[in-house]
């Protein structure tokens, strides 16, 4: 939509630096401009505030972070850059890596001076690589959260996202003491019980809460929810003037005289968006619903360029939906890290192993596995097996060890075969796998995949009491089945070009005016082909700061 030279007779709201999308990066550009002396505002098309972030661990991957350096734990620059350029694997550009390398201390820093933010890091999260890859490190990498009280968010407490795939009440410290995700049994429930009852927020709500905190309640950044942008306003000469959004039915107009950031990540909730840009037949998303691309339809409608970096390798996992769970009356899909606990494989219909399950970047290729032959994806769909071990033991979902599960969400059998027939697997696939497994498992071994191998999947759902924690038989019946399907959690290969400034690029080649792209909007075009746990909050942080700080010398 253009206005002549940016004229229109009324606008419904009147800001400075309009921020879209109330994510980590959105909430962030949004302080910092503030800060800057700017009018702020942030509208969101969720009717709750926080983002992809909230539903997220709440993790910030920042190497030789402040913290480690004040606790006496060595890293470096160098350390950090040969890491990260070992997850690009080449297809990052270098002006976009150096600016967020060069920029990242200063942006985190700021909000922990500035916001309350109540970072620790965590010496026992280890780099996924580690001890395998250039420039790793054991652990104190991760920024995670300390608790927060909802209670401080006011009017915000009950409008803000809690996260469906992190017990609230519990820190990263904590699962450490407790022994990790499978080790459910040994959980304090009192203690969790107690800090639930009380809205002490952990994880990404905790990340959020204090972000949210900081603007809408310290600085009093107005918010309006379920006011989802339509379209970019533009003047003639193509810079970016402000939205139009729609707010209870109607346009509502919004002027931006010095930006709009937008931060409304990817589009995991639109099923042809993500099969087709992420070369999959099966797409399920565990981000709250209204992610839905309208990053990439609202820039190509000005002309923004949109950019990609191989889908093989970022953040998909294996997961599933328990029948009947919702979120904003959508079914909820949870990720599968059960895949990396002992007693339990995957396998593909030919009832075969094909991926080390405890390590998900080892999956997330072979889920793409191309039969030029048949024509074909062998690898999907998939199935994970486990079997009274397991049951005993460890969670599936939200099940407690033995506790029933509904009809329809796994199938039970006596027998491998009589399972295999069940899912509709090759049984004679299935029993010459399971007999090969647990011949090597009984020993901690897994010649085919090196299954427990990293250090992070031991710690995140391996079971310490074992030889290798991510190993144990599936031996005793009865055997259980749970079809998986791919999931996204946001980290999407396509999205918008930016430059260093954060401005999103034009096809062209040149910077759109008064239009910057932060977050899962923005094109992984600064950490490349690969992921690792919390470089998403990295950027969204980084970028948005960025974008602040350039938005706020603009002339308006």
Same mark, same amino acid.
Request: hydrophobic fraction near 35%; aromatic fraction near 10%; charge should be negative.
């Given at each position: ?8 007779? @009324?606008?419904?709201l009147d800001v400075d630096v309009l921020?879209?999308?109330?994510? $980590?990066?959105?909430i962030t550009a949004a302080i910092v ?5 700017? *009018? ?11 983002? !992809? ?27 950090? @850059?040969?890491? !990260? ?85 519990? $820190?990263?410290v904590d699962l450490t003491r407790f ?129 990609? /970096? ?35 494989? /995957? ?74 027939? *069940? ?31 990293? /250090? ?14 991510? $190993? ?34 034009? /096809? ?9 792209? !932060? ?7 600064? !950490? ?29």
């Amino acid at each position: 939509m253009k206005f002549p030279f940016g004229r229109r007779q @009324r606008w419904d709201l009147d800001v400075d630096v309009l921020s879209l999308g109330s994510g $980590l990066g959105g909430i962030t550009a949004a302080i910092v401009a503030h800060d800057l002396g700017r *009018k702020t505002a942030v509208l969101d098309k969720s009717p709750k505030l926080g983002g !992809v972030c909230a539903y997220s661990g709440g993790e910030t991957f920042n190497p030789n972070n402040r913290q480690m350096r004040a606790a006496g734990i060595e890293d470096s620059e160098k350390a950090a @850059r040969d890491y !990260v350029d070992f997850i690009a694997a080449g297809f990052n550009e270098s002006e976009l890596t150096d600016r967020l390398m060069d920029s990242r201390h200063e942006a985190l820093e700021y909000l922990t001076d500035h916001t309350g933010i109540d970072w620790e890091y965590s010496p026992t999260l280890a780099d996924y690589y580690y001890p395998k890859a250039p420039g790793s490190h054991s652990g104190g990498r991760y920024l995670v959260m300390n608790l927060f009280s909802g209670a401080e968010l006011g009017e915000w407490q009950t409008k803000t996202h809690i996260s469906p795939h992190h017990p609230q009440g519990l $820190l990263h410290v904590d699962l450490t003491r407790f022994g990790g995700l499978a080790k459910v049994k040994d959980w304090d429930y009192e203690m969790i019980a107690e800090r639930i009852s009380n809205d002490q927020r952990a994880f990404g709500p905790s990340m959020m809460g204090f972000l949210i905190k900081a603007a809408m309640i310290e600085r009093g950044i107005p918010a309006y929810v379920e006011t989802p942008a339509r379209e970019l306003i533009t003047d003639d000469h193509g810079a970016v003037i402000g939205v139009r959004a729609e707010r209870e039915g109607r346009d509502f107009f919004v002027r931006a005289r010095q930006g709009v950031v937008m931060g409304i990540g990817g589009y995991d909730h639109n099923a042809a968006m993500a099969t087709r840009f992420e070369n999959t037949h099966e797409w399920e998303s565990a981000c709250p619903p209204g992610v839905d691309g309208d990053n990439i339809t609202l820039g190509c409608e000005i002309g923004a360029a949109v950019a990609n /970096v191989p889908p093989t390798n970022l953040a998909m996992f294996f997961g599933y939906n328990i029948p009947g769970e919702e979120h904003f009356g959508k079914p909820l899909y949870r990720t599968a890290f059960e895949c990396g606990i002992p007693h339990a494989i /995957v396998v593909n219909r030919a009832g075969q192993r094909f991926c080390d399950e405890s390590f998900y970047k080892d999956a997330n290729p072979r889920l793409r596995t191309w039969d030029g032959h048949k024509q074909d994806t062998p690898n999907v769909p998939n199935f994970m097996i486990f079997d009274a071990n397991y049951r005993r033991r460890y969670p599936v979902g939200s099940f407690m060890p033995d506790q029933e599960m509904p009809a329809g969400f796994v199938e039970e059998a006596d027998s491998p075969r009589e399972l295999a027939t *069940k899912l509709g697997i090759d049984p004679d696939g299935l029993e010459h796998a399971l007999q090969h497994f647990n011949t090597h498992a009984e020993k901690g071994e897994d010649p085919d995949f090196g299954r427990g191998q990293y /250090v992070w999947a031991n710690r995140l759902a391996g079971d310490p009491s074992y030889r290798n924690p991510n $190993l144990g038989p599936v031996s005793e019946a009865p055997f259980y089945g749970l079809k998986l399907t791919p999931i996204g959690v946001g980290i999407n290969s396509h999205g918008l070009r930016f430059d260093r400034d954060a401005r999103t690029v034009h /096809v062209r080649g040149h910077a759109i005016p008064g239009f910057y792209v !932060v977050g899962n909007s923005a094109a992984l075009l600064d !950490v490349g082909g690969g992921y690792q746990s919390g470089m998403s909050n990295l950027r969204a942080i980084t970028w948005g700061y960025l974008a602040a700080k350039h938005a706020a010398t603009r002339k308006a």
